[in-house]
């Protein structure tokens, strides 16, 4: 059974500062990852994918890489900004079962000008 | 552009009032799934579907129902709302990775997610 864990739960940073953000996963028989933000009550952005071939991808100032073997993913995220606060989660599709997205337990961002 | 629309956002009913949460999407996916949000569970999917006329059961099926006639919709049925399905729901799109062939090719199963359905049952 895949689990997926993010740590830390919750991380409070001032503006500018570098950030990252873990993810780490028990079965690496995965198809892709992706990182989502989420604001208060509000949907899933998709953020990121990786695909299981890629070690990382970037997107302005948010980087994401993977480390198959090792069941883990991390969340760069460049001189952070108060419009950065929010949920971020990291889900993982496996090989079997790839109709899921199975999700880690989220990490709550707080960048305080 | 391309989206997930789920309607409506808000909902508020009544137990044992028969409800369904409409969710289409505009970017020929095959896959539809839909998750709920729950407080300390996180996200856990629900149904899912890997084409039209095909649909299975996720994680936690008890209590909803869902048909897949189109290809951009898949509604989701609540037949006899408890309190206990009071929760955010989200529906969700994507390709699929299909096998052989198709599957070397890595594609972009890219999710794409729904704003929510905030359903109360009282």
């Known amino acids: 059974k895949q689990e997926v864990t993010q740590i830390p739960a919750a991380l409070s940073v001032p503006e500018g500062e570098n950030l990252v953000l873990n993810c780490s996963f028990t079965?690496?028989?995965?198809?892709?990852l992706q990182w989502f933000r989420q604001d208060p009550g509000k949907g899933l952005t998709s953020l990121l994918l990786i695909q299981s071939s890629q070690r990382e991808q970037t997107s302005g100032r948010l980087n994401a890489s993977l480390d198959k073997s090792s069941g883990r993913s991390t969340l760069y995220i460049a001189a952070s900004q108060p419009g950065d606060s929010a949920t971020y989660l990291c889900?993982?599709?496996?090989?079997?079962?790839?109709?899921?997205?199975?999700f880690g337990t989220g990490t709550r961002l707080l960048v305080s000008p | 552009e391309a989206q997930v629309t789920q309607n409506p956002r808000y909902l508020i009913t009544v137990t044992g009032k028969k409800l369904t949460v409409t969710c289409s999407q505009n970017?020929?996916?095959?896959?539809m799934s839909w998750y709920r949000q729950d407080p300390g569970l996180g996200l856990r999917q629900i149904y899912y579907s890997m084409n039209v006329e095909v649909t299975d059961k996720g994680d936690v099926p008890e209590g909803y129902k869902v048909s897949r006639k189109e290809k951009r919709n898949f509604p989701l049925i609540l037949e006899s709302p408890s309190p206990n399905q009071t929760s955010l729901y989200f529906c969700a799109s994507s390709l699929s990775p299909g096998t052989g062939f198709r599957n070397l090719l890595a594609l972009n199963t890219e999710a794409f997610f729904g704003q929510g359905t905030r359903l109360t049952v009282v």
């Open positions: 970017m020929n996916h095959e896959y």
């Open positions: 079965d690496s028989a995965i198809y892709n």
């Open positions: 889900a993982v599709r496996r090989i079997t079962g790839f109709q899921k997205l199975v």
